[in-house]
Nanobody, 124 residues
Framework: QVQLAESGGGLVQAGGSLRLSCAAS????????MGWFRQAPGKEREFVAA????????YYADSVKGRFTISRDNAKNTVYLQMNSLKPEDTGVYYC?????????????????WGQGTQVTVSS
């Protein structure tokens, strides 16, 4: 089993920044794609960003391109999401997920393991 634990969420004003972390433990997958998703109240979970194990392939949702940066530190089994220029529409619960396929697929049902999520609230 793989356990994922997100941290770093909180309340921030529009235009501000937050850095989310996702720590993996247990039987950490060696070549997994790591992704971030978010879910706003009353909406479906949506893809935000994903990164391959090597970090050489990164994919972002159009809504966050140029504002969010995903990165990973495999030595620490940790994935990060740096979020800048935050907007109220970025509000939601942010989830970290692992896809054992090693191929980036921006669909939630393709991911094998999920964290519990961390709340991000952006006030206007």
């Amino acid at each position: 089993q793989v356990q994922l634990a997100e941290s770093g969420g909180g309340l921030v004003q529009a235009g501000g920044s937050l850095r989310l972390s996702c720590a993996a433990s247990g039987r950490t997958p060696s070549r997994a794609v790591m992704g971030w998703f978010r879910q706003a109240p009353g909406k479906e979970r949506e893809f935000v960003a994903a990164i391959t194990w090597s970090g050489t392939i990164i994919y972002y949702a159009d809504s966050v391109k140029g504002r969010f940066t995903i990165s990973r530190d495999n030595a620490k089994n940790t994935v990060y999401l740096q979020m800048n220029s935050l907007k109220p529409e970025d509000t939601g619960v942010y989830y970290c997920a692992a896809d054992l396929s090693s191929v980036i697929r921006p669909k939630a049902d393709e991911y094998d393991y999920w964290g519990q999520g961390t709340q991000v609230t952006v006030s206007s």
